[in-house]
Nanobody, 119 residues
Framework: QLQLVESGGGLVQPGGSLRLSCAAS????????IGWFRQAPGKERERVSC???????EYADSVKGRFTISRHNAVNMVDLQMNSLKPEDTAVYYC?????????????WGKGTLVTVSS
């Protein structure tokens, strides 16, 4: 059974860093793209970052230069390193899996991890 579990969220001050992890089970990550999305209170879900099966990375303009996505196929995990965090990065962050990036109805979603950026 395909399962994704996010971890690493928490409270951080503006300018700080967090590292989110998405642990995959029930399938071989080698054959899939993994994306990170986020949803802030009262807002629609938005794309954050994605890494393809071939290792090509994509980022939303709002996080370019601050966030870095990396995949670790040997341990079936994808990380999102978030630096220089801003209050507007506050959201629930979700990882999703499919054969390509940014598929709306992805094959699987995690339950999310909350990131709060506040002083």
């Amino acid at each position: 059974q395909l399962q994704l579990v996010e971890s690493g969220g928490g409270l951080v001050q503006p300018g700080g860093s967090l590292r989110l992890s998405c642990a995959a089970s029930g399938f071989n990550l080698d054959y899939y793209a993994i994306g990170w999305f986020r949803q802030a209170p009262g807002k629609e879900r938005e794309r954050v970052s994605c890494v393809t099966r071939g290792g090509i990375t994509e980022y939303a303009d709002s996080v370019k230069g601050r966030f870095t996505i990396s995949r670790h196929n040997a341990v079936n995990m994808v990380d999102l390193q978030m630096n220089s965090l801003k209050p507007e990065d506050t959201a629930v962050y979700y990882c999703a899996v499919d054969f390509e990036c940014w598929v709306v109805n992805a094959l699987g979603w995690g339950k999310g991890t909350l990131v709060t950026v506040s002083s």
